[in-house]
């Protein structure tokens, strides 16, 4: 009976977090969280961040355990990889063991021990935006189907995360809230509760906003290019400092 109240337990735990709103190295925290209950290794949160619309490739932002340095240097797309195939499928995925699967040669360190792994998409209002990536069961065992299930309901508590996360961020920011605002006013009638789930017109709608503030403000086109520039740049550092972080993590 203890096997099995210990992940109940442990999911009341990420429920509190999820209600108390702890914001700060939240998506580590999410990945940390997601291994304990596992009882797992290593964990990865992959998120759809980058890339054209109609092709999101996807990238790890947060990790719990070893992983190595050139992980968090990929962009992987629909159908690349692992990942890639639990996202083109939709389907959450077990593999008993790595080296004796048809993803052999897509293992890291097909050598070490740790090579049964399970994954599951994240969703958000029926939405994939992500992938978590569980590896190395603590007892040195092959993860099951209890495993699994575990993980897909685990997973639905970090697409609600997530979710949660985007929107503290827009209720944090007056110009994001003008502009949803504004959006509202010129598309009466239409909810934009749908907008909340999807980060890109969202971005859009942000962008949009920007561009019609500055131009209102009676900015030239060269100030409102050298304004975007200035966001490219301070997103560049931003990365570049994200890097740098999980370098020194990694090297710990």
């Known amino acids: 009976m203890a096997d099995v109240e210990t992940p ?7 429920s509190n977090f999820l209600e108390n709103g702890n ?3 939240s998506y580590a925290q999410l990945a940390e969280m997601t291994a304990k209950i596992l009882s797992a290794t290593n964990c990865s949160i ?3 961040n980058d890339g054209e619309p109609d092709n999101l490739l996807m990238s790890v932002c947060a990790s719990y ?3 190595p340095t050139e992980a968090y240097k990929e962009s992987i797309g629909k159908g690349e990889g692992i990942a890639g195939h639990v996202i083109a499928t939709g389907q959450a995925l077990l593999i008993d063991d790595i080296s004796q699967s048809k993803f052999a040669k897509l293992a890291r360190r097909a050598n070490e021990p ?3 792994l399970i994954l599951s998409p994240i969703t958000i209002s029926g939405h994939i935006v992500g992938v978590v990536n569980v590896s190395g069961h603590l007892c040195e065992i092959a993860f099951s189907l209890v495993d699994l299930n575990l993980l897909k309901v685990v997973a639905l508590f970090i697409g609600k995360s997530i979710q949660t996360i985007q929107l503290q961020s ?3 920011s007056r110009f994001a809230q003008l502009a949803l605002a504004r959006e509202a006013q010129n598309n009466i009638g239409a909810s934009l509760g749908n907008v909340f789930h999807n980060p890109d017109q969202v971005a859009k709608i942000f962008a949009k906003s920007f561009y019609k503030e500055m131009a209102r403000g009676g900015f030239s086109s ?5 304004a975007a520039s200035e966001i490219i740049s301070q997103l560049s550092d931003n990365l570049q400092q ?5 370098e020194r993590k990694l090297e710990k």
Request: glycine share 10%; aromatic share 0%; no cysteine.
């Open 8 to 14: 109940l337990i442990k999911l009341q735990d990420l």
């Open 23 to 25: 914001l700060n190295d």
């Open 46 to 48: 992959m998120l759809l």
């Open 65 to 67: 355990g070893p992983m």
């Open 114 to 116: 740790g090579k049964s």
């Open 170 to 172: 827009i209720l944090n």
């Open 222 to 226: 060269n100030q409102i290019i050298g």
């Open 242 to 246: 994200h890097s740098k972080r999980m």
